[in-house]
Structure formats: structure tokens, C-alpha cells
């Protein structure tokens, strides 16, 4: 049976498969570590939570105000074509 040297596989040949594997628990436990991290850096105090609410609510408001505008602007607009539909209409029957 060939040697991995003689396969050309020299990595491996450099590191035995205990350490590699002691490597990749390690590199395991890193990565699950750095994902538990964030959840609890997540937790805030009930002022931060206050604070953060009234910012969303305020912008939530903006946001409406700002799409009720636009809808008035489309109604007057809508209003004043059928107005001026109207006015024409009338103007041709007048005759």
C-alpha cells in the first residue's frame, strides 16, 4: 500500500490525523462559540428596548404621514380630472 508521501499528499504526511482532528474540533467549538456570543450581546435594558420602540413608532408615523400625502395628492388629482371631464363634457352638450 502506497505512503501518502508517495501519493503526493504531503499535508498529510506533515500533520497525523489525531492533530487534524483535534484542529477541526477546535476550529468547531470557535465557530459555535462566535454564534452564542451575539445572542446574549443582544439582550438590552428595558430603556435601550423603550427607546428603540418610540425610534420605530416615530418612524412607522413618518411613514404613514408620508404615504397619506401621496394618496391625497392622487385623490385631489384624480378630483380635479374629473372635474375638468366634466366641464368639458357638459361644454359639448351645451351646443
Avoid: D, W
Avoid at 408615523?61 to 408620508?66: E, H, I, S, V
Avoid at 401621496?70 to 374629473?82: H, L, P
Amino acid at each position: 500500500m502506497p505512503t501518502h508521501t508517495e501519493l503526493g499528499c504531503n499535508i498529510l504526511a506533515v500533520f497525523p490525523y489525531g492533530e487534524t482532528m483535534k484542529r477541526a474540533a477546535l476550529f468547531l467549538a470557535l465557530i459555535t462559540l462566535a454564534t452564542v456570543m451575539p445572542i446574549q450581546a443582544q439582550r438590552i435594558s428595558p430603556e435601550q428596548n423603550q427607546r428603540q420602540s418610540q425610534k420605530e413608532i416615530k418612524h412607522q408615523q413618518k411613514f404613514l404621514n408620508k404615504a397619506n400625502k401621496k394618496q391625497r395628492k392622487a385623490q385631489k388629482k384624480y378630483a380635479k380630472q374629473q372635474r375638468k371631464a366634466t366641464k368639458k363634457a357638459n361644454r359639448r352638450y351645451k351646443k
